[in-house]
């Protein structure tokens, strides 16, 4: 069986560790970068020796940050040998630290509007091999997307982004759930404002929404990433299991 905890649980799991001053994010970060490195290595061959490039949605929650972190790891290897982490920010604020964190080791910020419209994004995102996608997750506020998050899916989605799109396109990874997906009972409040994942990189413990359909069938290949925390959500009972 596959347990599957709330955000409101995992968060009660996550806070002695917090209090704690344990470092929850910045692990979630690196096992992120983890396996965005390995989805280039398998996409190496199709590249043909091109250096590698991840594009960066973020939002203004922690998702975001994860994904700075990350890309803050992914540039110090990328940006020497030619690669390139781009960031694009849709959000009404960005994570200060770890957005100073990317942009030192060498990831730019994009902020051109032609990334909220498809015809724009069909031009750009042709030259990337991963994107991330960090816009909202677990402590997202009603259902859905809005604002430039809402418009940077929708432009995405219309410029054929997303699994299934085809082998030319860049590989999705969703930050600990697709953005848009109800994280806490599997729904899909707007179907046409959910990227759907390749892989989706989950820390901690697996939430409902991952596991639940329709969901679920947006969110590809789960990876979980150990924070540190299964002791403490062992403790809980599990809001959903499935075998």
């Known amino acids: 069986m596959i347990d599957a905890w709330t955000a409101a ?5 996550e806070r002695p560790h917090l209090d704690a001053g344990e470092p929850l994010m910045q692990r979630a970060a690196d096992g992120l970068a983890t396996v965005v490195r390995e989805v280039l290595r398998a996409s190496s061959v199709r590249r043909g020796g091109r250096p590698a490039r991840v594009l960066l949605l973020v939002g203004s929650g922690n998702n975001g ?3 700075l972190f990350a890309g803050e790891s992914l540039a ?12 694009v920010p849709a959000g009404s604020r960005v994570h200060e630290e770890a957005l100073a964190a990317a942009l030192e080791a060498g ?5 051109d509007e032609s990334w909220f419209g498809p015809a724009g994004v ?3 995102l042709a030259g990337y091999d991963v994107v991330l996608d960090g816009l909202v997750g677990t402590g ?4 859905g997307l809005r604002g430039d998050a809402l418009r940077v899916v929708q432009a995405m ?3 054929g982004a997303g699994r299934g799109a085809g082998g030319a396109s860049a590989v999705v990874v969703a930050v600990d759930v697709p953005s848009g997906i109800g994280v806490d009972d599997g729904t899909v409040p707007d179907p046409l404002a959910v990227l759907a994942a390749d892989v989706t990189v989950t820390f901690g413990g697996y939430k409902v929404g991952l596991l639940v359909a329709p969901a679920s069938r947006l969110a590809g290949r789960l990876v979980l990433v150990d924070i540190g925390i299964g002791a403490e959500l062992a403790r809980l009972p599990p809001a959903f299991s499935a075998p």
């Open 9 to 13: 649980q995992v968060r009660e799991a």
């Open 65 to 67: 940050a994860d994904a």
């Open 76 to 87: 110090r290897e990328l940006v020497p040998t030619g690669g390139a982490v781009t960031v």
């Open 107 to 111: 990831a730019v910020v994009d902020d």
């Open 122 to 124: 069909s031009e750009r």
């Open 140 to 143: 997202s506020r009603g259902p």
């Open 157 to 159: 989605l219309g410029a």
